[in-house]
């Protein structure tokens, strides 16, 4: 997220905030006694992102829905498959 940085191996939190963003040794500066320290073993954090809004409805619609989908999707591999695709089978 910071082209100048574009990837860190720490990140510190404290009281919800994000607190500094570097190098292991600078961000363990900011280590205290209740400090809770997760290796994530080399794996990335990424921003969380809270969709603000529902496909309920969507979801309700689609289940009334024949499944035509190719695989790995559906199981669908011929025109036959599509017809025969009972509605509701998604």
């Not at 205290?32 to 809770?36: R, V």
């Given at each position: 997220m910071n082209t100048?940085?574009?990837v860190a191996e720490a990140v510190a939190i404290a009281d919800g905030k994000i607190v500094a963003v570097g190098a292991e040794a600078d961000v363990m500066t900011h280590k205290?006694?209740?400090?809770?320290v997760t290796d994530l073993g080399g794996k990335a954090v990424v921003p969380g992102f809270v969709d603000g809004h529902s496909h309920f409805f969507s979801l309700v619609d689609v289940q009334t829905q024949a499944l035509c989908a190719s695989p790995p999707a559906g199981p669908c591999t011929t025109v036959a498959d599509v017809i025969a695709a009972p509605s509701g089978s998604s």
């Open positions: 100048s940085q574009p205290g006694d209740a400090t809770e």
